[in-house]
């Protein structure tokens, strides 16, 4: 009986809301830093990197993709350390700012306009499959597309169905096998075509007059692209046992394995430009025109299925992000609306016409949402959080504010979003300040929004209201 007690526990730890405890940790760095490199380098960093060689130059290119992805991860991945250090996804603090119903609601928000991703992820596994069958000569029906993607979303819901375990064994293998192929990819973008036609790179007709809106634009793409990931950056990061790994692997995984997967996309599509006369994005159908067949037919395979792997890692993180706001809802549930979400998007089918919008609407939302985590945790709460009342204990109600909802933190989330969309539109790709456009649309936001948070903190009334676990409450606090 207190085995099955124990595995409920443990269960919950993983799957759930319970803190994780220091001997349930599961992750040292490596192991961190492949997880994480796994959920970044998905052939939509192809699909983004295609996207930065309509933009600018690939030295610009190459250096704004590290430089841009690193800084930004740098700063606003820094709150990781509280998932680490209380065992808690960055959802159970963010109460602290949004209240118990209004991190529920910024929770739909989040998966709403980013589990699109999945999306893009189903859809170029698709496109894989069927290159790998023109490979044999095989002309797939035409809703073949449709079918794959969502066998893509299924199997990767049925992975990240099994749990953590499953995940962990799957990135230990596709991982290095996947940095191997963008090596692999590299070599055989620069031995194919003239070293100089893609060191010199430069796009034909960027569209604008101004050629420093083009780079600001593909810096911002840089920033919005990691930027992305902080709704789910507390997941794994938690199960970690040490500080320092959970942050690195965070930075490292995703900055410079993202980034380089992004630069291999930037390589194939200017590499497949300059044979075929078109810019695509999909790595099999370069593989396929430039490489060997036996070495085509293997990456393809490779490539196809890291979207399988990507999809069953954002299956989880997604899953343990809702468990942090619905309490009670079932992790298996969770996955499953997640799973009918993103097949109603591959049915649409539209969602990479749309990349650069999607990626950049996004990008609204999230900028605020990491400036207030960050505000939060180092400069008002002073990493202090009241653990009680974070997860709903019976008395201790610091965090239910206004019927469950902090009107500040929402406030500052609305305002961070009319920032950015005050110096650029993201649909019509119209520039409305440019003196504020150089910080970017997801810079600008991500400190103006931090500064009016804090501003706001020191207004008596205000500091009081959103701070009332740490003025007279009495209630515990770690």
């Not at 909802?405 to 790709?429: E, T």
């Not at 150089?438 to 500064?451: A, E, H, I, V």
Request: aromatic share 12%; charged share 10%; hydrophobic share 55%.
């Amino acid at each position: 009986m207190k085995g099955n007690v124990n595995e409920q526990i443990e269960k919950e730890a993983l799957f759930g809301i319970v803190p994780v405890l220091n001997r349930e940790k599961l992750y040292g760095f490596l192991d961190a830093v492949l997880i994480l490199s796994g959920y970044c380098i998905a052939t939509w960093s192809y699909t983004q990197g295609s996207y930065l060689a309509t933009l600018v130059g690939f030295k610009q290119l190459l250096i704004g993709a590290f430089a841009g992805a690193i800084l930004m991860l740098a700063i606003y991945q820094l709150p990781v350390i509280l998932s680490v250090r209380y065992g808690i996804d960055i959802w159970i603090w963010l109460k602290a700012v949004f209240g118990h119903n209004g991190v529920m609601l910024m929770t739909v928000v989040i998966i709403l306009i980013n589990y699109p991703w999945y999306a893009v992820c189903a859809d170029l596994f698709a496109s894989s499959m069927g290159n790998l069958a023109a490979l044999f000569g095989v002309t797939l029906p035409d809703f073949a597309p449709l079918v794959l993607r969502l066998l893509c979303v299924a199997i990767g819901t049925a992975i990240a169905y099994k749990g953590i375990g499953a995940i962990t064994h799957t990135t230990r293998i596709l991982v290095p096998l996947l940095l191997a192929l963008g090596a692999v990819v590299v070599i055989v973008g620069f031995t194919k075509v003239p070293f100089d036609v893609i060191w010199n790179y430069r796009p034909a007709d960027i569209g604008y007059t101004d050629s420093i809106i083009p780079y600001i634009i593909s810096i911002e793409a840089n920033f919005a692209f990691v930027i992305t990931l902080v709704g789910g950056m507390g997941e794994v990061p938690r199960l970690a046992k040490k500080e320092t790994a959970g942050f690195w692997a965070g930075v490292i995984g995703q900055g410079v394995s993202g980034s380089f997967f992004v630069v291999v996309g930037a390589v194939m599509a200017i590499a497949m430009q300059y044979v075929t006369g078109e810019m695509i994005d999909d790595p099999t159908l370069m593989l396929a025109t430039l490489s060997v067949p036996a070495l085509a037919l293997s990456s393809l395979l490779l490539v196809a299925f890291a979207n399988i792997g990507t999809q069953a890692v954002g299956s989880y993180i997604y899953g343990v992000m809702l468990k942090s706001s619905f309490r009670r809802a079932n992790y298996r549930t969770l996955i499953i609306v997640l799973a009918v979400y993103a097949a109603l998007l591959c049915v649409w089918g539209k969602i990479v016409e749309y990349f650069g919008s999607f990626l950049t609407i996004s990008a609204c939302v999230y900028a605020p949402l990491a400036a207030l985590l960050f505000t939060d945790f180092f400069f008002v709460r002073k990493q202090k959080l009241d653990m009680r009342s974070a997860f709903g204990l019976e008395g201790h109600n610091a965090y239910n504010y206004t019927h469950g909802i902090n009107w500040v933190g929402l406030f500052c989330v609305a305002a961070g979003v009319a920032m950015s969309l005050l110096i650029y539109d993201p649909v019509k790709g119209e520039v409305h300040n440019m003196t504020l456009f150089r910080l970017t649309p997801t810079g600008f936001s991500f400190l103006g929004t931090g500064l009016l948070y804090l501003l706001l903190s020191f207004v008596p009334p205000v500091r009081k209201y959103i701070l009332a676990d740490q003025t007279g409450s009495g209630e515990s606090r770690c």
